[in-house]
């Protein structure tokens, strides 16, 4: 079982940036391969980031390509969303995502955290 808790969401101004933290509990999970999403109000949960645990390929929604980066530290059982440049329309509730086998980009994932609020005024 692994427990995920995400933190590091506020409210900004739009052109700043913020680092998100999936911090996971319970077991390691360095050979899981780990995603965000995120869920804007009225709006389907979508895509955002993934990253694998065998080389940490790294996997982006077209709509952050280039303003965010996801990473993972692996001795600290932590992965990051790194967030520049964002934009109104990157507010969303920003949920981290696991899963024991490789990664996909739709929400088949086995572990969830309960998300963090990410605000960005314009």
């Known amino acids: 079982q692994v427990q995920l808790v995400e933190s590091g969401g506020g409210l900004v101004q739009a052109g700043d940036s913020l680092r998100l933290s999936c911090a996971a509990s319970?077991?390691?999970?360095?050979?899981?391969?780990v995603a965000w999403f995120r869920q804007a109000p009225g709006k389907e949960r979508e895509f955002v980031a993934a990253?694998?645990?065998?080389?940490?390929?790294?996997y982006y929604a077209d709509s952050v390509k280039g303003r965010f980066t996801i990473s993972r530290d692996n001795a600290k059982n932590t992965v990051y969303l790194q967030m520049n440049s964002l934009k109104p329309e990157d507010t969303a509730v920003y949920y981290c995502?696991?899963?024991?086998?490789?990664?996909?980009?739709?929400?088949?994932?086995?572990?969830w955290g309960q998300g963090t609020q990410v605000t960005v005024s314009s």
């Open positions: 995502a696991a899963r024991p086998t490789g990664v996909v980009t739709t929400t088949a994932y086995t572990y």
């Open positions: 319970g077991r390691s999970f360095s050979s899981y391969g």
């Open positions: 990253i694998s645990w065998i080389i940490s390929s790294t």
